[in-house]
């Protein structure tokens, strides 16, 4: 058996999608489609003292409303250094923030380099998962043949990397034709995001839904142990 998901690249995502990633074997940058606007390809939230704010990764998408995400250009190099500020003003008092901040400041330094959003994320997304020990294989839509219909495309990525089992989010049962996958013997799982344990945050109220770098400024290298994939991977029929 081999377990894909095929998922378009977010910034600094938060603890399910890492949680989709060491699910599977093969996890498929799927930034080949469009790009859409206000959405977690180019911004994720972290908490402050007040409330919880956006980072918004600034981009040239003016007039590319049909543009793939992976040509989607950064707007300027002065995001990096904004972003890592307010980080570090809203988390350094929280406990793990001196031991992760050098690693995450470098980060956003190489960030500043990086011409597309889609590199900014990849980058982020592969030194968040070396912190959590994720092994999974992770590559990119492009080096595979893409054909059109919203299943049609995901059943042939499988098929060509050999993935005979199909892991994804909930939001795309409005359109998963979940019995064309089946006539290719590719069988769909619904991941779910339902039983995170709370953990301490330096900002009450608690809150799941901001980016991973709560989690580690938070708990240190506990941060692997508030996700359910690590517990239950070898039980991923349950999952």
Known sequence: ????????SSYIPWKGYFDLINLVDEFVLFDCVQYTRRDWRSRNRIKTAKESV???????????????IDTILIDGTQWA???WQTISHNYAKAPFFKEFAPIFQRCYEEAATKPRLSEVNALFLRQICNLLDIKTRITDSREYLISSGKTERLMDMCLQVGANV?????????????ELMQRNQVEVRWMTYDNYPVYPQVHPPFEHAVSIIDLFFNVGDKAASYLQTFDSKVHADEI
């Open 1 to 8: 058996m081999k377990t894909c998901a095929i998922v378009q």
């Open 54 to 68: 956006w980072l918004t990764v600034p981009v040239q998408s003016k007039g590319n409303f049909e543009a793939p």
């Open 81 to 83: 250094e904004k972003h």
């Open 166 to 178: 199909y892991y994804s989010g909930p939001s795309a049962k409005g359109y998963m034709d979940e």
